[in-house]
């Protein structure tokens, strides 16, 4: 059997880190992600709690950020507990085996640093060429 998944969403909020008892780092975020098709002409969002642990909660924690939108692959991981009421609850998580940037890095304002358009990027000038150019009349074929 295999269980993995890998998800494309944006931040609900800035992730929340802790560490454990044991000291091992824990990040848990939510991920908003929209469904591929839509529903009455409107798209459909699902909220995904995700956990990351280790290397993986540290690196969430310094880089990512509120709205920031974010690719994850992992597992989902079920528990299964009682609430106060005596009532059996289960819950899904993602376990995160790596998070990914999925959108350019902005800068300190919030806007994106890279152009908004290809023409404002510098574009590079050809090299010259060593080979020169034949006519169909060359051709020995």
Do not use: C
Request: proline content about 6%.
């Amino acid at each position: 059997m295999l269980n993995s998944v890998i998800l494309m969403g944006r931040l609900t909020a800035d992730p929340d880190y802790r560490t454990t008892q044991s000291g091992a780092a824990l990040a848990r975020f939510t991920l908003a992600v929209e469904r591929d098709y839509a529903q009455n002409g409107e798209r459909q969002t699902d909220f995904l709690d995700v956990i990351a642990w280790r290397g993986t909660a540290d690196f969430v924690s310094k880089y990512f950020q509120k709205g920031q939108l974010v690719a994850v692959r992992g597992s989902v991981q079920v528990s299964s507990y009682t609430d106060r009421e005596g009532n059996k609850r289960r819950s899904w998580d993602i376990v995160a085996d790596q998070v990914y940037f999925a959108e350019g890095r902005k800068d300190s304002g919030g806007a994106d640093t890279r152009p908004a358009h290809p023409a404002q990027s510098p574009q590079p000038q050809p090299s010259p060429s060593p080979y020169q150019a034949v006519g169909d009349d060359d051709l020995p074929f």
